[in-house]
């Protein structure tokens, strides 16, 4: 079945560690974005992609890193974590990342940082 | 700044209709989106709407007025799996979305 696939789940993870959370497309799709969603706030975008090979920064960077080798994966990167990231991360992907597209998301990954 | 309001939350009837509104402030406007959320899952498309004026897709309407920094969502003939939250988005002048809070619908029998 077509769509975005996130890995790990969920994750429990000790602050000061380093985690990779995975987000595959299958749509080929040339945008794709990380987004976190917290209680009471919207969605806010941490990195986008709008073609393989090029990334960049959206609303809330500092802390994250993203990379886009391919078309298909968009993997985001926390280098130290801290508790403020705990959060929902959503990865989503979108045909051009212009006016109309929607995106489509994948079903999220639940970060707790201790 | 950027901003983007809708209500918490609200409540409806089963089988009642419900608007929730959305006004936004944002930095150029590229249209507006609405995405359903059920608790625990992703968001999920339901309207675009770019020019002014009522865009209907079965039981769901979405209506747009540029001038006035305003949408809503009409949901008809409520079932009890519309209870979920509703997500109002704005795509600005650099082509990414601005999300509201969401707004929480709780659907009573």
């Known amino acids: 079945i077509a769509g975005i696939t996130q890995a790990p789940t969920s994750q429990i993870l000790a602050a000061g560690r380093r985690m990779t959370l995975r987000c595959t497309q299958d749509?080929?799709?040339?945008?794709m974005y990380w987004y976190r969603q917290d209680l009471g706030l919207g969605l806010r975008l941490i990195h986008y992609s709008n073609t393989a090979g090029t990334t960049g920064k959206g609303e809330v960077p500092d802390g994250y890193s993203v990379s886009r080798a391919n078309t298909d994966d968009f993997p985001l990167t926390l280098a130290s974590a801290v508790p403020s990231q705990t959060s929902v991360y959503f990865c989503a992907s979108s045909d051009s990342g212009t006016s109309g597209d929607e995106q489509f998301f994948g079903p999220g990954t639940r970060l707790t940082v201790l | 700044g950027q901003n983007i309001d809708q209500p918490t939350e609200m409540t409806a009837t089963e089988g009642a209709i419900v608007q929730i509104n959305c006004t936004y402030q944002t930095s150029g406007f590229n249209g507006l989106f609405w995405y359903q959320q059920h608790a625990g899952e992703a968001p999920t498309f339901l309207s675009y709407n770019v020019l002014d004026g009522l865009e209907e897709k079965g039981r769901f309407s979405s209506f747009l007025s540029r001038s006035k920094g305003y949408s809503y969502l009409l949901l008809k003939e409520l079932q009890m799996k519309d209870s979920a939250s509703y997500l109002c988005?704005?795509?600005?002048?650099?082509?990414?979305?601005?999300w509201g809070a969401g707004t929480k619908l709780i659907i009573k029998p």
């Open positions: 988005a704005v795509m600005d002048s650099n082509y990414q979305l601005i």
């Open positions: 749509m080929r799709h040339n945008a």
